[in-house]
Nanobody, 123 residues
Framework: QMQLVESGGGLVQAGVSLRLSCVAS????????MGWFRQAPGKEREFVAA????????NYADPVKGRFAISRDNARNTVYLQMNSLKPEDTAVYYC????????????????WGQGTQVTVSS
C-alpha cells in the first residue's frame, strides 16, 4: 500500500506562486507514474501534470503549460508542483496520485491518492 501526503496549498492572489509537495511512502517509486490532478466545485477531477519516475518524462495539461512545473526529489520520495502566475480558474482541491506503469492522464488510471490540498486564487 502506498501513502501520499500533500501540502502547500493556501489562499493567494492572482499572479503569485505556490509550490505543492507530495511525500510518498510504502512503495519504491521506480516503476510508478506520479501525477497531480485538481477538482473544482461541481467539476470532474482533471489532469494537471505527471512525471514518469523511470525516465523523468513529463506531461502537462494544456491550461497549465508554461506556468506549472512538476519535479521530483528521489532522496525524499517527494513530488512537487510549482505553480506560477496563478489565475482564479486554478482554484481547486489539488490531489497527488500514483499508478504502477508509464503515463496516464485520466483519474481512473491512478491507484493511489492523497487527501488533497486546497488552492484558492483570488482576483
Amino acid at each position: 500500500q502506498m501513502q501520499l501526503v500533500e501540502s502547500g496549498g493556501g489562499l493567494v492572489q492572482a499572479g503569485v506562486s505556490l509550490r505543492l509537495s507530495c511525500v510518498a511512502s510504502g512503495r519504491t517509486l521506480s516503476a510508478y507514474t506520479m501525477g497531480w490532478f485538481r477538482q473544482a466545485p461541481g467539476k470532474e477531477r482533471e489532469f494537471v501534470a505527471a512525471i514518469m519516475w523511470a525516465d523523468s518524462a513529463i506531461n502537462y495539461a494544456d491550461p497549465v503549460k508554461g506556468r506549472f512545473a512538476i519535479s521530483r526529489d528521489n532522496a525524499r520520495n517527494t513530488v512537487y508542483l510549482q505553480m506560477n502566475s496563478l489565475k482564479p480558474e486554478d482554484t481547486a482541491v489539488y490531489y497527488c496520485a500514483a499508478r504502477m506503469g508509464y503515463g496516464g492522464t485520466t483519474y481512473r488510471e491512478y491507484d493511489y491518492w492523497g487527501q488533497g490540498t486546497q488552492v484558492t486564487v483570488s482576483s
